[in-house]
């Protein structure tokens, strides 16, 4: 509403939301390219974008965490995960003015300031399949201004998730 024409103009990506958005530091937890990933136990509160965030990551594990960002930030992503497979994210209290947990099938070539594919495909290690594929969200309470569980977009294919027992404020 106090956009009102200037809302998401043709070529602008995320430059608005309830709260007007000022220059802020990027994402909190970044893996990529990462095998056997376990998060346990912690607490993540106020990130100014995603809060934690898997790219081409294989054999996850989450259990156990709080995420507790504002509901009125835009683009403040619970988890992200890209292009990640074999993911288990189970008891957790996720608030986020964007999407709670987010499963994404971004190419390579996402728009990243000083992104190199050439030099991505080099990494030894995580997911080398094209699928963010088997990703069991259970036993999670979510609470988003957006979606609680987002499940698309990018350029590859996404299958086998499991969501179980999960309440959605």
């Not at 990506?13 to 909190?28: A, L, V």
């Not at 495909?121 to 963010?132: Q, R, V």
């Not at 201004?145 to 959605?168: D, L, W």
């Amino acid at each position: 509403t106090r956009q009102k024409e200037n809302y998401m103009p043709e070529g602008v990506f995320f430059t608005d939301g309830p709260i007007k958005r000022k220059p802020r530091p990027g994402m909190t937890l970044v893996f990529f390219h990462c095998n056997q990933v376990s998060i346990k136990d912690i607490t993540v509160k106020d990130t100014p974008v995603w809060a934690i965030r898997f790219s081409y990551c294989e054999d996850v594990l989450v259990d156990g965490i709080t995420i507790l960002n504002n509901l009125l930030i835009p683009n403040s992503d619970g988890i992200h995960l890209t292009v990640s497979r074999n993911v288990r994210i189970a008891n957790c209290d996720i608030r986020a003015g964007d999407d709670a947990i987010i499963v994404t099938g971004f190419a390579r070539d996402e728009d990243t300031p000083g992104f190199n594919s050439e030099e991505q495909d080099k990494y030894a290690h995580g997911n080398k399949t094209i699928y963010a594929e088997n990703i069991q969200i259970i036993n999670c309470h979510l609470q988003s201004r957006s979606s609680a569980i987002r499940i698309g977009y990018g350029q590859h294919p996404i299958r086998r998730i499991i969501c179980n027992n999960i309440v959605i404020s």
